[in-house]
């Protein structure tokens, strides 16, 4: 497998330390071409100091705003027209219906470097308002509405079918939604909305509790939001709960705050643990071998999904918890020296899957999906080389992924390539080609 990498990184050579976006060619084609063209006059506007009156700049500032929102509407026209086309090959290629359309967001996401979820908002976002929404679209186009108040329209109409939705917008365009300010043309669309069909608004509500969910994002200082997005009555139930307990047990003396209360009850019912800080932990630390054998070098480990904290903290939560604890670690070769990270790797390369120690060294080396701008959890450790195709089940050969990210890979005219195994000093690379045959560079993470 090095060797097979050691050729590739001379072959790829040129790739290697771009970003995603250098490796892409100029393109050939007329429009893009002319907004090249307009990209650098507007780069070029930036550094021009030369003087202009405050009526011409206001003249400006107005004309760069209608603008933004014509560049939405024709982006969204062209993503409608990028996914029918796609469609149609995916149907001339007897892709299995159920994976029809499946690839066409991942392709916007990488060109417009946004993860596939956002795209795929986008793309729902700019069928609705091509389809559906022509009076609002029409606005759009000329700059008199917002990219940001069209999406409000899209998001109150959503519970009607296309003949009320083009109807109501109509009505929202003749009562002027253009001349209104956001909050005022968001319920304007709703009161229409809901006026068009009240059993399809209360219907809304109902299939919107299936889509009830918990999340976890990061914070700054040390600290992370959990979330639940709940049915209203549950939501406010828990906050009930959680306040009650913070009142009765600041009635008897507790020391903490309020807040603080809450925050440790909701620890402690959801884990069924009695102290809050005794959570049970599997911290994975990635750390320069310096920090070890240095106890005064204060350099910062890392959290897979968090990012850096101190090691000086992360001694203080293992050694302050009760709860059961697993410290693995992961030393990275100490700073400056050539041969770059160098984990000990383990693992049976002819299993058929990944699974143990070597999953989690990879999900430690890529600590989130490596399709480039993803940043989804990591839900499957996928053969960059197909098992099928000789590709061995290796440290090198392995690819954090999504579940998304996993099943667009087997669509047809995608390729993933290794082009650097991460063992010659630069980080772990692969090379991503989709359909239209654009290049995407994935680079695993630095280590600290
Ligand atoms: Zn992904």
Redesign the pocket.
């Known amino acids: 497998m090095q060797d097979v990498c050691s050729i590739l990184s001379v072959v790829f050579g040129s790739f290697t330390g771009m970003s995603a976006l250098e490796i892409e060619p100029p393109s050939a084609d007329g429009l893009a071409m002319r907004l090249d063209e307009m990209l650098a006059e507007l780069a070029g506007a930036v550094t021009d100091g030369s003087p202009a009156s405050d009526a011409a700049r206001i003249d400006r500032i107005a004309r760069l705003e209608k603008l933004r929102a014509a560049t939405a509407a024709l982006q969204a026209t062209e993503s409608v027209r990028f996914a029918q086309s796609q469609v149609a090959e995916q149907l001339a290629a007897d892709v299995h219906p159920d994976a029809i359309g499946r690839g066409i967001a991942?392709q916007i996401g990488l060109a417009c470097r946004i993860?596939?979820t956002t795209a795929a908002r986008r793309l729902n976002t700019a069928r609705a308002l091509w389809f559906e929404l022509p009076g609002t679209y029409s606005q759009l186009v000329t700059g008199e509405l917002s990219e940001r108040v069209a999406e409000a329209v899209v998001s109150e109409t959503r519970h009607l079918n296309a003949d009320k939705r083009r109807q109501v917008d109509q009505q929202i365009k003749t009562a002027g939604i253009a001349q209104m300010g956001f909050k005022a043309a968001t319920a304007a669309a709703r009161k229409v909305a809901y006026e068009a069909d009240r059993q399809g608004y209360l219907q809304r509500g109902r299939t919107e509790r299936k889509h009830r969910r918990v999340g976890v994002r990061s914070a700054p200082d040390t600290m992370a939001v959990l979330s639940g997005y709940l049915p209203v009555e549950q939501g406010i139930a828990c906050y009930a709960a959680l306040r009650q307990h913070a009142d009765s047990a600041a009635a008897s003396g507790d020391g903490r705050t309020r807040d603080q209360i809450m925050a440790d009850t909701l620890v402690e019912r959801i884990t069924g643990q009695t102290t809050a800080a005794d959570v049970n932990i599997e911290l994975q630390l990635l750390m320069p071998l310096d920090t070890l054998i240095n106890p005064d070098d204060h350099s910062a480990a890392v959290i897979p999904g968090y990012g850096p904290l101190s090691s000086q903290l992360a001694r203080e939560i293992m050694t302050d918890s009760k709860g059961r604890k697993w410290w693995r670690r992961l030393f990275t070769a100490p700073q400056g020296s050539s041969k770059g990270p160098a984990p000990i790797v383990g693992g049976d390369p002819t299993r058929r899957y990944f699974d143990g120690w070597l999953t989690q060294l990879i999900k430690l080396r890529d600590q989130?999906?490596?399709?480039p701008f993803?940043?989804?959890a990591i839900r499957h450790i996928d053969h960059i080389t197909r098992h099928a195709d000789g590709g061995p089940t290796s440290y090198s050969n392995g690819r954090g992924?999504?579940?998304?990210?996993?099943l667009?890979r087997e669509m047809p005219g995608w390729h993933i390539k290794l082009i650097d195994c991460g063992f010659h000093g630069g980080p772990h690379k692969i090379i991503i080609t989709t359909p239209t045959g654009h290049h995407y560079l994935s680079r695993a993470p630095d280590p600290p």
């Open positions: 991942e993860s596939p989130t999906c490596r399709d993803c940043d989804a992924a999504c579940a998304r990210g996993n667009v």
